[in-house]
Nanobody
Framework: VQLVESGGRLVQAGGSLRLSCAAS????????MGWFRRAPGKARQFVAS????????YYADSVKGRFTISRDNAKNTGYLQMNSLKPDDTAVYYC???????????????WGQGTQVTVSA
């Protein structure tokens, strides 16, 4: 399974972005998906995850209430809607997929290459 993220760009604080994660195979519709980020000089951190059906979602405390994870299985695509962005949200954002939903970085089997999000003050 190949994953390709898109939608990252420079945005002002308080603004919004929607990231997309397009999968190369329809089988991803039966996989959980997750979003992660790596800020400069920091370890990769969990942002959000969603079950294959979309019924279950999990969020890091730092983004809860501001970010929304979703998916469209008909399009083999996952999304991360990011609102009220802060400079601390600046990072490379990655999506991942796996048969099992997880809360955290370890264990995800398939990863994208990332998309840069920069939030200016």
């Amino acid at each position: 399974v190949q994953l390709v993220e898109s939608g990252g760009r420079l945005v002002q604080a308080g603004g919004s972005l929607r990231l997309s994660c397009a999968a190369s195979e329809r089988t991803v519709s039966s996989y959980a998906m997750g979003w992660f980020r790596r800020a400069p000089g920091k370890a990769r951190q969990f942002v959000a995850s969603i079950s294959w059906s979309g019924d279950a979602t999990y969020y890091a405390d730092s983004v809860k209430g501001r970010f929304t994870i979703s998916r469209d299985n008909a399009k083999n695509t996952g999304y991360l809607q990011m609102n009220s962005l802060k400079p601390d949200d600046t990072a490379v954002y990655y999506c991942a997929a796996d048969r099992v939903i997880r809360v955290g970085v370890p264990g995800w089997g398939y990863w994208g290459q990332g998309t840069q999000v920069t939030v200016s003050a």
